[in-house]
């Protein structure tokens, strides 16, 4: 006889006066017809998907059972219930796939453990690439218009006079990480100011 899939549900709602009662009820629903044993259901109530996993302590629960190797397949009501960014959805979806654990979506009909749904998933993937490129181009021409309007980039420079004092109490032996309290300035600062006098 064939081992029950272990199930996790994971059910999210962006304001505590929303409720997760339709998204639970549905998805039980399915995992009943599909034979699945549900293992645990994470829920993270009042809590916006544009946070990553350390803003969401269940969704950061589940990716600790999954490492864990706890779980055979995590159910959700829908894509963007995992998170707003794809980049963000994909990478758990990927980092689900390593592990060995299927993904079921709800709304898009999609299971991971069918071909038509790693093919759905891999699409996720093309789409998420493209997003990166589109957003890594944006940043590159945001960043040649600034140096083309003679806008300066990078943090602000120190004043001169404390570049000078940095000088001074390193070329007397003082320690980087003491000139940097003593000065009121990163250790990054000072290890420039010290490259630059070298």
Same mark, same amino acid.
């Given at each position: 006889?064939?081992?029950?899939?272990?199930?996790?549900?994971?059910?999210?709602?962006?304001?505590?006066?929303?409720?997760?009662?339709?998204?639970?009820?549905?998805?039980?629903?399915?995992?009943?017809?599909?034979?699945?044993?549900?293992?645990?259901?994470?829920?993270?109530?009042?809590?916006?998907?544009?946070?990553?996993?350390?803003?969401?302590?269940?969704?950061?629960?589940?990716?600790?059972?999954?490492?864990?190797?706890?779980?055979?397949?995590?159910?959700?009501?829908?894509?963007?219930?995992?998170?707003?960014?794809?980049?963000?959805?994909?990478?758990?979806?990927?980092?689900?796939?390593?592990?060995?654990?299927?993904?079921?979506?709800?709304?898009?009909?999609?299971?991971?453990?069918?071909?038509?749904?790693?093919?759905?998933?891999?699409?996720?993937?093309?789409?998420?690439?493209?997003?990166?490129?589109?957003?890594?181009?944006?940043?590159?021409?945001?960043?040649?218009?600034? /140096? &083309?309007? #003679?806008?300066?980039?990078?943090?602000?420079?120190?004043?001169?006079? =404390?570049?000078? !004092?940095?000088? %001074? +109490? /390193? &070329?007397? #032996?003082?320690?980087?990480?003491?000139?940097?309290?003593?000065?009121? =300035?990163?250790? !990054?600062?000072? %290890? +420039?100011?010290?490259?630059?006098?070298?």
């Amino acid at each position: 006889m064939n081992k029950k899939k272990r199930a996790a549900i994971y059910l999210r709602v962006s304001t505590a006066n929303q409720t997760t009662d339709n998204q639970l009820r549905e998805l039980r629903k399915v995992a009943t017809q599909r034979g699945w044993q549900i293992s645990d259901i994470y829920e993270d109530r009042g809590i916006s998907g544009a946070k990553g996993r350390e803003g969401r302590p269940a969704f950061d629960r589940l990716n600790r059972d999954a490492a864990r190797g706890e779980l055979d397949v995590v159910m959700a009501w829908s894509i963007d219930r995992l998170g707003r960014s794809l980049q963000h959805v994909v990478s758990f979806m990927t980092e689900l796939n390593q592990l060995g654990v299927d993904l079921y979506l709800h709304q898009q009909a999609v299971d991971s453990s069918t071909p038509s749904g790693r093919a759905m998933l891999s699409m996720c993937g093309v789409f998420a690439e493209f997003e990166r490129g589109i957003i890594a181009e944006r940043v590159r021409a945001g960043l040649s218009r600034a /140096r &083309a309007n #003679g806008k300066p980039l990078g943090r602000p420079r120190v004043p001169l006079e =404390v570049e000078q !004092s940095i000088r %001074q +109490r /390193r &070329a007397k #032996g003082v320690g980087i990480l003491k000139i940097a309290r003593e000065m009121g =300035v990163g250790v !990054s600062v000072v %290890q +420039r100011v010290v490259r630059q006098a070298a």
